[in-house]
Each structure stands twice: as structure tokens, then as C-alpha cells.
């Protein structure tokens, strides 16, 4: 395995971890006014946005751990800039967390950790479940941000402006993985991601 990369993977992981993440594109919501929320709606949304939050630290993570052990450049070109484009995510989300008056999941440390090694593993089986392994998770990430959608308070157009914007970029993420070759996964393991994500959103919903 190359040093260098090795290094950088850290590095990124250090990022993530500990420094506000800065987006390439506009905020979705700059243009939005705050909506009327009251206490228990600013709390709802800012336990959803706590959980979405933590859901792009986990994909962040898992690109970077897919993007270390990816055989084909291209392959690893696909998810440094799923990777790039979910550190937007990561700005918005955190920052409407702010807005709200709440705080991001203190789990998160241990989500990266968890995904990163997730993310290795995928990349080691070789680039076609690599990428389908991308492909998959960005599917159950759009379906969890559209849940997402239906709980969200109508009042919180911001919050819903960024899952919007989010669950678009998901789609085409996923999309993109498939055009580069991503193959299906077997349902067990389908499942077993689910179940990974229901424990990741149950949890930081609360922490």
C-alpha cells in the first residue's frame, strides 16, 4: 500500500474529525429564512440533522477507507469526488445543527472509525464490489434522508432545503458508482449495511 495515500487518509480522517468542514458550493438553505419552530420542533430537527450529520462523517470515512485500497484509478477517482462533494454536506449539516442550538453526535469518532475499516475491506474485495458497495449506500442514505423528509417539521424549510440538495447528490453518487462499473451486492449483506445504519441512527438521535 502507498505511504503517501496512507498518510493522507489519516490526515483527512484528523480533518473530519476536528475541523469545521468548509463547502465548495452554496449553502441549499442561504436564502431561507429560520422557520416559526417551537422548542420541541428545533429539537426534532436538530436530532434529524444530528443524524445526518454523522451519516456523511460515515461515508466520508468510508470513501477515504474505498479511495486507500481501490485498484483502478478511475475507480478511486469516482469516490474522491463522492468524498469532496459529501464534505459539502457535512458543512451544511453542521452548520444548521449550530443554527438550531444543538450540537453534532460525540459518537462520531467511532463511526469513522467503524466505516473507514468498512470502506478498507470493500476496497480490498476488488473495484466492482468497491463501487457497488458505493452504490449501495448511497441508495439506503437516499432512502434514509426521504424518511427524513416526511419528519422534518414544515416550518423547517432550511433543515429541508439541505436534505433535499443531499438526497439529489446521493443519487447521483449512486448512479455514477453503477456507470463505473459497481456490481449488485448479495441481500445479506444489503441487510446487514441496514442494520449497521439503524444502530448509527437510533444512537445519534439521542448522542
Not at 434529524?48 to 481501490?70: F, K, P, S, W
Request: charged share 25%; net charge negative.
Amino acid at each position: 500500500m502507498d505511504i503517501d495515500r496512507l498518510i493522507v487518509a489519516f490526515d483527512n480522517g484528523l480533518r473530519t474529525l476536528m475541523v469545521p468542514a468548509r463547502s465548495a458550493r452554496p449553502h441549499p438553505d442561504a436564502t431561507i429564512d429560520d422557520g416559526d419552530l417551537d422548542a420541541a420542533q428545533r429539537t426534532l430537527s436538530a436530532a434529524l440533522m444530528r443524524v445526518n450529520h454523522t451519516g456523511e462523517i460515515c461515508a466520508q470515512a468510508l470513501y477515504q477507507g474505498q479511495a486507500l485500497t481501490a485498484r483502478n484509478p478511475s475507480a478511486r477517482a469516482a469516490l474522491e469526488q463522492a468524498a469532496a462533494e459529501e464534505t459539502d454536506h457535512l458543512a451544511w449539516t453542521e452548520q444548521r445543527i449550530a443554527e438550531l442550538g444543538s450540537r453534532v453526535s460525540v459518537l462520531n469518532p467511532l463511526f469513522y472509525a467503524g466505516s473507514f475499516a468498512l470502506g478498507a475491506i470493500a476496497g480490498i474485495a476488488g473495484d466492482k464490489w468497491n463501487l457497488g458497495f458505493l452504490a449501495e449506500t448511497e441508495r439506503q442514505v437516499e432512502s434514509h434522508l426521504d424518511s427524513h423528509l416526511g419528519r422534518l417539521p414544515d416550518a423547517d424549510a432550511k433543515s429541508r432545503a439541505i436534505v433535499d440538495q443531499m438526497k439529489a447528490d446521493e443519487a447521483r453518487h449512486a448512479r455514477t458508482a453503477v456507470e463505473h462499473g459497481g456490481a449488485e451486492l448479495p441481500q445479506p449483506l444489503k441487510q446487514a449495511m441496514k442494520l449497521g445504519s439503524k444502530l448509527m441512527t437510533e444512537t445519534t438521535f439521542r448522542f
